[in-house]
């Protein structure tokens, strides 16, 4: 299975770093950009894509949609046209302004597709994003996208969120995220061989996602007005959030599993762990953790970094999942997939709690590991058709 950690590889999420995939109108009615009409020719692939508004706070032409990543049939960053056609980006887009002018308002999609492309699709919401295009480390032009959980950056104040996906010969795999920062309820469908619906927010659900991270005295630093919620990492870093947030609960499980054994199961078998000294040892050939830091949990990185391996990356998901919903001390079996037993502990990720509660289906991608048990708001098609995105109701 492609996950989103391993077909967005190339997707970096920092600020003034080249990012490969980081005024209220009236109030408007619902409608959709049909984007079914283009022909294979306009790109290889060509999968229809349509954007439907229900915001109920935005009009069609307060909206712009930006899909920008790289060109799988090339190789280069690109950006598509409204009329669904790659364009590697160039330095010579930016304008007076300094910025590369990518945006397609709403009303103006009909006819787009998305061609073979690992990349995303940005949505703007009263506002224009903010995209440079500069020169990466081999000397090649790349988009530098905007960071949402930097405060005061170029378009910070800019409702925007996206849809990552990977669109190739072998299918379509895409996710909404809030990995990073949330601003905007998205929900994809994905029509192929089988129809496949997530990341519909319930009715009321962003609303009761700010009031719920607002009113928590901990992770209410991380809640910038009506505008976003930026993820724990992006906090801990911007000296928003507690660095030590997590030190309580992972003193208690190398405290727990040095006199007891944890078994996590993945594809290629199951391994068998223990604490030594300051480091979870396994068996099987999988490499020993470092006791993580709180920035290790909530970026799974550091200590939990997965690699590509087959072997110690998926222990190492499995180990950044079980952490962020808090279940090791309630299970030594990993990992658990009963979501009645996740963030029960008061030392949790409850900014990604939040989003499982308030969505239909209770997926979301709260964290890089959220695919661990197929909790993400992520579907896949190895024959799509076409792919129906929504902004729904504030």
Same mark, same amino acid.
Do not use: K
């Given at each position: ?236 870093? *911007?000296?928003?959030?507690? +660095? #030590?947030?997590?030190?309580? !609960?992972? &003193?208690? %499980?190398?405290?727990? /599993? $040095? ?72 299970? *030594?079996?990993?990992?658990? +997939? #009963?979501?009645?037993?996740? !963030?029960? &502990?008061? %030392?949790?990720?409850? /900014? $990604? ?42």
């Amino acid at each position: 299975m492609i996950d989103r950690r391993h077909f967005l590889g190339g997707i970096s999420a920092a600020a003034g770093a080249p990012l490969l995939l980081g005024t209220l109108g009236c109030a408007p009615r619902a409608s959709t950009a049909d984007l079914s009409s283009s022909s294979a020719t306009a790109n290889p692939g060509a999968l229809p894509v349509s954007v439907r508004n229900e915001t109920g706070r935005f009009s069609d032409g307060e909206i712009l949609a930006y899909v920008i990543g790289t060109d799988l049939t090339t190789g280069r960053y690109s950006r598509v046209d409204a009329n669904g056609v790659p364009h590697p980006v160039s330095l010579d887009d930016n304008g007076d302004d300094g910025y590369a002018d990518y945006g397609i308002p709403l009303p103006d999609l009909a006819g787009m597709t998305l061609p073979y492309m690992s990349g995303r699709i940005y949505l703007a919401l009263g506002g224009r994003l903010h995209i440079r295009i500069v020169v990466d480390g081999d000397g090649a032009p790349a988009p530098q996208l905007p960071a949402g959980w930097v405060e005061g950056s170029p378009g910070f104040d800019v409702l925007h969120d996206t849809v990552e996906f990977t669109h190739n010969d072998a299918g379509m795999f895409c996710n909404t995220s809030m990995v990073d920062q949330f601003s905007v309820p998205i929900g994809i469908r994905l029509v192929g061989d089988a129809d496949q619906t997530t990341g519909t927010f319930r009715p009321g659900g962003r609303e009761a996602v700010f009031r719920a991270l607002s009113a928590d005295p901990v992770f209410s630093s991380l809640v910038y007005d009506d505008l976003r919620i930026i993820s724990p990492g992006h906090g801990l870093d *911007a000296g928003l959030f507690p +660095a #030590d947030f997590y030190d309580p !609960y992972i &003193d208690r %499980v190398w405290s727990h /599993y $040095a006199g007891t054994d944890l078994t996590v199961t993945t594809n290629a078998g199951t391994f068998t762990g223990r604490v030594q000294g300051d480091r979870f040892v396994f068996d099987g050939g999988v490499r020993a953790f470092d006791r993580p830091s709180t920035r290790d949990v909530f970026f799974c990185d550091g200590a939990l970094n997965a690699p590509n391996d087959g072997i110690g990356g998926p222990v190492a998901a499995i180990l950044g999942a079980a952490l962020n919903r808090s279940t090791l001390l309630t299970s *030594a079996s990993q990992p658990t +997939a #009963d979501p009645a037993g996740f !963030y029960r &502990d008061e %030392v949790a990720n409850r /900014y $990604a709690a939040v989003f499982h509660e308030n969505t239909v289906d209770g997926r979301a991608y709260g964290f890089a590991f959220d695919d661990v048990a197929d909790f993400a708001s992520y579907i896949q098609d190895h024959g799509p058709q076409r792919l129906e995105v929504t902004l729904t109701a504030f």
